[in-house]
């Protein structure tokens, strides 16, 4: 019979090394605990358990990663507070808030990345690794705001100089420099693993920066008097600061908001499971990402001819693994139909 020939893409050749899940959600990323259809993995836990190895590291790391890097950013907080009355540098204590500001931030990234190893409830049933996204969102809000409020203060500074201990201002910025720069390497190769630790490193390359040019401008205030150099290179460490949040911010909002990730074709995505043997159409397409590493798609499968539901049940099985091989999509539900679908959204 014509139901019993196996699936395939018209004119492509299947997919290899992609497995399905089961039910009605397509779980790609595993199949222990299922029964699925013809041409499933004959080794369903072999890639499962290499993936979920892969990310032991960041879990046992990390968490320890950020709140030392924290901590180091706070006790020096107080460091450059205390250094900036002494010496009577304004640039010293808007370092300090920075610092403050960022030690908060860092902090904020801890607790975030302990809450997304929290497990799914009945409420929320995703989990809770969205809410390194939502700490990452607001890493970046924040540090951009500290970039405008320094520029505000640079301004300030270029109309009202102020005198200076220039010798003090430097040995404290060393210090600085210093602190940030062991903060740094302590997140250094973790600095890729998602976007809250990204935001987190860009806040302590960020402090690493503004060091440097307390460094300079007390060099400047200290030999020769150029109390305007501190500004400008405020300023421009701002802008460096800003020029690498803006991709952070952008890229978790377009998270939170469900926006179909970059580099994404829906249309290809559309006409490749159009091409699979009994579909005649798709629609209600949503494609969006729960984190950094989970890509989601939601979609309506029009079937060309009223097949068993065993023979439907396959047919989502072949699309799985056909998507998960072309677009890394590792989590799939589908509505298999037969007639029309008349929702609104499906217009």
Same mark, same amino acid.
Not at 235 to 261: K, Q
């Given at each position: 019979?014509?139901? *019993?020939?196996?699936?395939?893409?018209?004119?492509?050749?299947?997919?290899?090394?992609?497995?399905?899940?089961?039910?009605?959600?397509?779980?790609?990323?595993?199949?222990?605990?299922?029964?699925?259809? /013809?041409?499933?993995? @004959?080794?369903?836990?072999?890639? !499962?358990?290499?993936?979920?190895?892969? !990310?032991?590291?960041?879990? *046992?790391?990390?968490?320890?990663?950020?709140?030392?890097?924290?901590?180091?950013?706070?006790?020096?907080?107080?460091?450059?507070?205390?250094?900036?009355?002494?010496?009577?540098?304004?640039?010293?204590?808007?370092?300090?808030?920075?610092?403050?500001?960022?030690?908060?931030?860092?902090?904020?990234?801890?607790?975030?990345?302990?809450?997304? /190893?929290?497990?799914?409830?009945?409420?929320?049933?995703?989990?809770?690794?969205?809410?390194?996204?939502?700490?990452?969102?607001?890493?970046?809000?924040?540090?951009?705001?500290?970039?405008?409020?320094?520029?505000?203060?640079?301004?300030?500074?270029?109309?009202? @100089?102020?005198?200076?201990?220039?010798?003090? %201002? &430097?040995?404290?910025?060393?210090?600085?420099?210093?602190?940030?720069?062991?903060?740094?390497?302590?997140?250094?190769?973790?600095?890729?693993?998602?976007?809250?630790?990204?935001?987190?490193?860009?806040?302590?390359?960020?402090?690493? &920066?503004?060091?440097?040019?307390?460094?300079?401008?007390? &060099?400047?205030?200290?030999?020769?008097?150029?109390?305007?150099?501190?500004?400008?290179?405020?300023?421009?460490?701002?802008?460096?600061?800003?020029?690498?949040?803006?991709?952070?911010?952008?890229?978790?909002?377009?998270?939170?908001?469900?926006?179909?990730?970059?580099? %994404? *074709?829906?249309?290809?995505?559309?006409?490749?499971?159009?091409?699979?043997?009994?579909?005649? *159409?798709?629609?209600?397409?949503?494609?969006?990402?729960?984190?950094?590493? /989970?890509?989601?798609?939601?979609?309506?499968?029009?079937?060309?001819?009223?097949?068993?539901?065993?023979?439907?049940?396959?047919?989502?099985?072949?699309?799985?693994?056909?998507?998960?091989? /072309?677009?890394?999509?590792?989590? %799939?539900?589908?509505? %298999?139909?037969?007639? @029309?679908?008349?929702?609104?959204?499906?217009?």
């Amino acid at each position: 019979m014509e139901e *019993d020939k196996e699936l395939r893409i018209v004119g492509m050749a299947q997919p290899e090394h992609a497995h399905d899940g089961c039910c009605g959600h397509e779980h790609t990323h595993g199949t222990e605990g299922c029964t699925t259809g /013809q041409g499933a993995n @004959p080794h369903p836990g072999h890639h !499962h358990g290499h993936h979920h190895g892969h !990310h032991h590291s960041f879990k *046992d790391t990390t968490g320890k990663r950020l709140l030392w890097a924290s901590l180091l950013n706070l006790v020096f907080t107080v460091v450059q507070i205390i250094g900036g009355i002494v010496s009577n540098s304004l640039s010293l204590l808007s370092d300090a808030l920075h610092n403050l500001a960022d030690s908060s931030a860092i902090f904020i990234a801890y607790v975030a990345h302990l809450v997304a /190893q929290r497990k799914p409830t009945k409420r929320k049933t995703f989990g809770y690794k969205r809410f390194e996204i939502i700490a990452a969102f607001f890493n970046a809000i924040v540090l951009i705001a500290i970039c405008l409020y320094l520029f505000v203060e640079a301004y300030r500074r270029f109309v009202e @100089p102020e005198p200076v201990r220039g010798l003090v %201002m &430097l040995l404290v910025a060393i210090a600085g420099l210093v602190a940030n720069l062991v903060s740094v390497v302590i997140l250094h190769s973790q600095k890729g693993a998602n976007l809250n630790v990204r935001a987190a490193y860009m806040h302590l390359l960020g402090d690493t &920066l503004s060091s440097v040019a307390v460094i300079v401008g007390g &060099l400047c205030i200290w030999l020769w008097e150029i109390y305007w150099i501190d500004p400008l290179i405020t300023v421009l460490v701002g802008l460096y600061i800003i020029r690498h949040t803006w991709g952070i911010l952008t890229e978790s909002l377009d998270i939170l908001m469900e926006a179909v990730p970059p580099g %994404m *074709d829906i249309d290809r995505l559309r006409e490749t499971i159009e091409r699979v043997d009994l579909v005649e *159409d798709v629609h209600h397409i949503h494609v969006w990402r729960l984190n950094d590493d /989970q890509l989601n798609l939601e979609a309506h499968v029009q079937l060309s001819r009223d097949v068993s539901v065993s023979k439907a049940q396959e047919v989502r099985a072949y699309i799985a693994r056909t998507v998960k091989a /072309q677009f890394g999509i590792t989590h %799939m539900t589908v509505q %298999m139909e037969f007639a @029309p679908c008349d929702a609104p959204e499906c217009c």
